[in-house]
């Protein structure tokens, strides 16, 4: 954990060198992984195995360590104390081990669900329109994470929404499938959401067309958003919706296309430029139960998967993408 993860306002929590951030934990598993990637790609394969046998190490000890009974703890403190756990009295559940326990697919499958579970019970606020990093907010407990206790509980990162983790939440519910559950909590962070009229502003008291770093979630100024043209959580922002919402990855020179759409939507279209080339995806929704789907086709020409070769001929392509 060192100074700070993530979190730079939980700076105390491993100043000695002993304390550990689970969310930190997930994360390098995810690294480690896709580094295997690469260093398979080269044929480094004494590079790759060490990777992958380091991230299952990294794995097995989340699994046996970190578990609380309904989430991940995030972190240990210098002495071994948890922090993020039922018994604490401040900061019993906070979103990122969560979340990253599905994104970067470590996590024990059935214990990422009971942990996004509890993200969606302890953490959306529905009626304010936020989610927030973790609740309850420091304030009167002997925990001493670092200088994060000295914001207003409620307040940015002590316990308010911080937008970047709270988009990896709604990440996470995608990568899940529950895209309804996702595509709801997304327009609980859209800034337009927020801006819909007189009243709404009034709450808000930001610009409602770009991304607040965090919004508020102590009464009376709950809902009220804070540290706008914040690029960390737009660029995340930008990433959830073109890449996991409508699942539109580019790799290289070619185009994965996954969407995850609300089941009210049967069909959708996304015009993709490519260089000088313009490709235009139309995905539909495949509801006959009684057939496989068939398969994505460019141009007519079907296609091994729902993935695109890219080329810039200067010319127009359709492509057509089924989805269940």
């Not at 185009?255 to 759409?261: E, M, N, V």
Request: with cysteine.
């Amino acid at each position: 954990m060192g100074s700070g993860d993530w979190n730079d306002g939980m700076n105390l929590v491993g100043i000695r060198g002993k304390g550990e951030s689970v969310w930190l934990a997930f994360f390098l598993c995810d690294v480690l992984r896709q580094f295997a990637i690469v260093a398979r790609s080269r044929t480094d394969t004494a590079m790759a195995e060490k990777c992958e046998s380091n991230a299952e190490m990294l794995r097995v000890a989340i699994e046996r360590e970190a578990w609380d009974g309904a989430w991940y703890r995030r972190a240990y403190f210098d002495d071994g104390t948890p922090l993020g756990s039922s018994t604490d009295p401040e900061c019993q559940i906070d979103s990122l081990p969560q979340s990253w326990s599905v994104i970067g697919a470590a996590g024990e499958a059935a214990r990422s669900a009971e942990a996004m579970k509890s993200v969606d019970e302890r953490l959306v606020r529905r009626d304010a329109g936020l989610i927030q990093l973790f609740d309850p907010p420091f304030d009167r407990s002997s925990l001493n994470p670092g200088y994060i206790k000295g914001y207003i509980p409620g307040v940015r990162e002590n316990g308010g929404q911080y937008t970047h983790a709270a988009i990896w939440a709604v990440m996470a519910f995608a990568l899940r499938g529950d895209h309804d559950r996702a595509w709801e909590l997304f327009n609980l962070l859209n800034p337009v959401r927020h801006g819909g009229d007189a009243a709404h502003l009034a709450v808000y008291k930001v610009e409602p067309y770009v991304i607040a770093a965090d919004v508020y979630a102590v009464s009376p100024h709950s809902g009220r958003g804070g540290w706008t043209w914040y690029t960390g959580s737009a660029g995340w922002a930008y990433r959830l919706v073109i890449e996991t919402l409508l699942g539109v990855n580019l790799q290289g020179e070619t185009l994965h296309l996954t969407p995850r759409l609300p089941s009210a939507w049967t069909t959708m279209k996304v015009h993709y430029r490519f260089r000088s080339t313009v490709y235009h995806i139309t995905y539909t929704r495949w509801t006959d139960p009684s057939e496989p789907a068939p398969a994505p086709k460019l141009d007519g020409q079907p296609l091994p998967g729902a993935v695109v070769p890219l080329g810039d001929d200067r010319q127009e392509h359709w492509v057509d993408v089924p989805f269940a």
